[in-house]
């Protein structure tokens, strides 16, 4: 994307189109992290998830969360008894803790390690008798946040000079400050000078209470802004951080800073006469809103050349979302594991382009990012690893799988089919879109699978793309789901086993027998190995089939979320009316011991993928 030329910094120099891009932009360990909690608290616990307040200050962040499943409220008395809720990476009152304890609500604390660090420091000064002088922005969340660590008349906040000069305090109290991480560090500076010339035996922290983001983003963007005619910050209004770094490049020289939410945004307001660019991102502004806007000016005729920066190794620990009160299984733990990172595979496939249309898109996101299991996908991502492939590989495979999958199932849900109203708990795609609304999401999802894998993203060897290619396209095809559902629409008069069996290896167990041969091809596996995982992957998707439809006939709505019993109501041929319950529950467990047989030879190395099997045997959605 982004070329480091001489050429291109010249053409900057000589005035042509031309983009300097500031590093470091963009998000910050803090950020992720908070994106990462609610995530995992998403993938651990199920949606819904709570989230007070926005977790991160950017929109587009927040709305992606919101497909995920997550609910942003303002304040916890709008969130159920007992519900997961995430407290934002800005900091939360002690207030706001106690009332989510009152609540009986299951907190999750999402607060940036290094606004914590404040708060404890606050909480010191607090404790050593000091009235603590905050600089920062008074309606600033962070700061109500931090304010909200000690009584109200021990802290005062400032948010200029005149703030300081004006504090209605005797010079000789004793007093402490603390600044807000996102702060100006030029103002900062300034105040602190000034708060130390008023009370001069103020104490202060030992490091800069600045977060080194902030630091780092507005030093970057005081090395170019002398040199352009506008400077662009990509992030959202509500941002703190992100309208600094616009003030900062005003005050280093730039005569324009522009804030922007994204391309669209840019586009109706990029000032014509701009050739020399300066681009910067707030730490909450996502990558894909960078490059959309890098896409724009791209298309308008600027070149790029990235500034060389300070390089960023800070790295958090993940906010930890184990909570009391729930049990889990190993294979429940791969499936949560395995959801995040598939939900987010699909949802950057599908993207978010606005000349596409948004109906279509959001049908798409509907059906293949709401609420699965992940079966298919933990096969794939597990078998790779076990053959020693790429995680990230596996996931754009496991992420074409499940968009098949959610094909077949929007495409399965249709009135000219099984006529279902509810899928997983919610209006079937049709019954929330429309009929072609459906039909058309199902093709492009379709589409987009083989889109996925042929992308050399996927795996670099055009060869290995062409056979998951080829073999997804047999998978779905007469051989595979499309044939498989046929049976099952028009079966024999009298069925025999055998016809049964091609019907449920069909719809059902080609898809699954393909997530395992996905991950062997992606994987390094000998041709003796390649023979034990596909009689396994036989057997288990005999086994996910035998167990959907004992589930049919047994199982309870409300778990499964879609209507039951239809296959007995509509006097349909399934495993069990075939074979009876009894007869289809041994069956499932004579294949479930052929599969733990099939995996002998891989010992420990198989133990997710044996765990994923007994999960298809006694599963109960
Ligand atoms: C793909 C070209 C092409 C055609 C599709 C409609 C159709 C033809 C086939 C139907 C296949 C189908 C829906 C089989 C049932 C498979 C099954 C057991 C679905 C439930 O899978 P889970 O339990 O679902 O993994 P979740 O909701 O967890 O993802």
Known sequence: MVSKSLYLDQRHAAGCKSVLLANPRGFCAGVRRAIAAVEDALAAHGAPVYVRRAIVHNRRVVARLERLGAVFVQDVSEIPQ???TILSAHGSATAVKDAARRGKLRVVDAICPLVAKVHAEVVQWHLQGRHVVLVGHVDHPEIIGTIGQVPRASISVVGTVTDVNALLLPDDTPVAYAVQTTFSVGEADSMIKAIKTRFPHCAGP???????????RQAAVVEIAAQCDVVVIVGDPMSSNARRLVETA???????????????????????????????????????????VCAWLREHGFGFSEVAGTEEGMRFRPV????????????????????????????????????????????????????????????????????????????????????????????????????????????????????????????????????????????????VRAELVLRLARSVGQDGLAGGQMMDLYPSEIISSAELIACLAGKTGSLIRYAVE???????????????????????????????????????????????????????????????????AQEAQRLLASCAKALEPFGDRAACLLELARFAARRTL
């Not at 030992?206 to 780092?216: E, F, G, K, V, W």
């Not at 006469?273 to 681009?279: D, E, F, I, K």
């Not at 049908?363 to 995680?391: E, H, I, N, P």
């Not at 996910?544 to 409300?558: H, K, P, S, T, W």
């Open 82 to 84: 007992g519900a997961v």
């Open 206 to 216: 030992r490091t800069s209470d600045i977060c080194y983001a902030t630091t780092n």
């Open 250 to 292: 005003i005050a280093a020289g730039c005569p324009q800073g522009l804030l922007v939410e994204g391309a669209d945004d840019l586009a109706s307001r990029f000032p014509a006469a701009a050739m020399r660019v300066g681009l910067s991102a707030a730490a909450s502004a996502p990558d894909e809103v960078i490059e959309e």
């Open 320 to 463: 930890p979302v184990t909570l009391p009160g729930r049990e889990r299984s190993d294979a429940a733990a791969i499936l949560a594991d395995i959801r995040r990172d598939v939900d987010e595979a699909i949802l950057e496939a599908i993207g978010d382009m606005p000349a596409r249309s948004l109906r279509l898109a959001d049908a798409m996101r509907y059906a293949a990012t709401s609420g699965g299991k992940r079966f298919r996908a933990a096969l794939t991502v597990t078998v790779t690893q076990m053959l020693g492939g790429t995680r990230s590989m596996a996931l754009r495979a496991a992420a074409a799988i499940e968009c098949v999958h959610a094909q077949s199932l929007v495409h399965d849900d249709l009135p000219c089919m099984d006529n279902d109203d509810l899928r997983r708990g919610r209006p079937t795609a049709h019954r929330q879109f429309d009929e072609a609304t459906a039909l058309l999401a199902g093709d492009a999802l379709l589409a987009l699978a083989f889109d996925i894998l042929a992308d050399p993203r996927t795996h670099h060897h055009a060869g």
């Open 518 to 584: 996905a991950g062997i091809l992606l994987g390094h596996a000998d041709d003796q190995c390649n023979a034990g995982l596909l009689s396994f992957a036989q057997d288990l998707g005999l086994l996910f089939q035998l167990q959907d439809d004992l589930l049919d006939a047994v199982g309870d709505e409300r778990v499964v979320g879609k209507a039951l019993g239809k296959d007995a109501a509509k006097n349909r041929k399934n495993a069990v009316s075939v074979l009876g319950a009894e007869g289809a």
